[in-house]
């Protein structure tokens, strides 16, 4: 399968904070670097995602008095995991990862704003129902398949790629271009929802192989069954 000029790659959350020494470091997670930038050259359309919390949000475990980060509790919309205190507004780890290179992006799309909610998606905060507004951007500019990349993979990754689905694009991870925290079984929990859902899991080894010999490749299907 050819990439094509409706094709858009998002590159997920690749910031200070989530790579090496940053306050919630996805382990390995400043290998995606060099991955993306092999894949980038060959989309038209690139959307880069920014957490970018308040510094009380409440997501935080410092924001609940006796919480600590990594525990689960009850909020408004939901289940919430509880994190370090990250992706600061303005702050050092809250900066995209000054190895990561790709001015040709044409959209920062900043999540996690609200202080009451989380934001894990690039499509909808985490009480699933209001949206960021991607969706509204990618329709106005008729880009209808998504490919994703970035940090961490079974989270803010695995998030935007079921919400994709849900709104009936067809989606496209690029598995060596993520990496994963893989808490409590969270790598196998979204694989088989990506499985239920349809989205596609490839390396970024075949897609290169794909458009560089221009033969036809098959990837999963990405249509529910």
Known sequence: ???????????????????SGGALAVADGDAVIDVIHH?????????LTQD?????????????????????IELSYGTQTLW????????????????????Q????LRKG???????????????RVTPTGLAGYLAERNLNRV??????????????ALDARRLGLPV???RDACRAIDLDGSVAKVEAEFAKSGVAVIESAALRQCCESKIHCIFAATEPQ
């Open 1 to 19: 399968m050819q990439i094509a000029a409706q094709d858009v790659l998002i590159v997920v959350d690749v910031q200070n904070d989530f790579c």
């Open 84 to 103: 370090p205190v990250h992706c600061v507004q303005g702050s050092k780890g809250a900066e995209f990862h000054p190895a990561l290179r790709l001015p």
């Open 39 to 47: 894949v980038a050259p060959r989309f038209a359309h690139i959307v």
């Open 147 to 160: 490919f994703l990349a970035g940090l961490a993979y079974d989270f803010c990754v695995a998030y935007s």
């Open 52 to 72: 970018w919390h308040s510094p009380a949000h409440s997501s935080f475990a410092a924001a609940h008095p006796g919480r600590r980060p990594f525990e689960q």
């Open 113 to 127: 704003f609200h202080p009451h909610v989380d934001s894990y998606s690039a499509f909808f905060e985490n009480d």
């Open 172 to 174: 496209v991870v690029l």
């Open 105 to 108: 992006a044409e959209l920062i």
